[in-house]
T-cell receptor, first 112, second 110 residues
């Protein structure tokens, strides 16, 4: 079955630590995305990548970094510079521009 | 991506009642996508509308795209408890930057 895998489902970190969230897809999609979800805020775009070795900042990129070294993988690092990192993080992919997004199950990050 | 506003933010209905959520933009949209997110789950794609005035149906769900392509609606006829969740619209833009509305949380009282 093709899909998007995010791991882990729950992640706990101490303040001041960087943490990397994994996102892998076997859908052969070119585009991948990271969204952050907070209660009442909807989905906010952090970073997106149209193709391997290329990525762009979304609306709330500060305090985050990404890489896209392989088509299948788009890891997100939440750095210590992110002021309020506790949130639900969703990774998605799409086959092309303006095509439907396929989401992973998400990672719930708690930083204390 | 183009900014979209969704209303209402919350809607509580009795099972069997109808439900409508609206997605509005100040600019013309190239297309619009609708997603549903069940509590504790992830968004799942429902449908994409591209043409002006387009109407699409999926069982009890009816999706409309306005004539000016600035607004869209999702209507559910005779809600069921399985309809519970948050419904999001997503404005199609160019260059992959897709922006979601804040969503409408639907709760259904059995």
């Amino acid at each position: 079955d093709g899909g998007i895998t995010q791991s882990p489902k729950y992640l706990f970190r101490k303040e001041g630590q960087n943490v990397t969230l994994s996102c892998e897809q076997n859908l052969n999609h070119d585009a991948m995305y990271w969204y952050r979800q907070d209660p009442g805020q909807g989905l906010r775009l952090i970073y997106y990548s149209q193709i391997v070795n290329d990525f762009q900042k979304g609306d709330i990129a500060e305090g985050y970094s990404v890489s896209r070294e392989k088509k299948e993988s788009f890891p997100l690092t939440v750095t210590s510079a992110q002021k309020n990192p506790t949130a639900f993080y969703l990774c998605a992919s799409s086959i092309r521009d303006n095509s439907p997004l396929h989401f992973g199950n998400g990672t719930r990050l708690t930083v204390t | 991506g183009q900014q979209v506003m969704q209303i209402p933010q919350y809607q509580h209905v009795q099972e069997g009642e109808d439900f409508t959520t609206y997605c509005n933009s100040s600019t013309t949209l190239s297309n619009i996508q609708w997603y549903k997110q069940r509590p504790g789950g992830h968004p799942v794609f429902l449908i994409q509308l591209v043409k002006s005035g387009e109407v699409k149906k999926q069982k009890r769900l009816t999706f409309q795209f306005g004539e000016a392509k600035k607004n869209s609606s999702l209507h559910i006829t005779a809600t069921q408890t399985t309809d519970v969740g948050t419904y999001f619209c997503n404005s199609g833009g160019s260059n992959y930057k897709l922006t979601f509305g804040k969503g409408t949380l639907l709760t259904v009282n059995p």
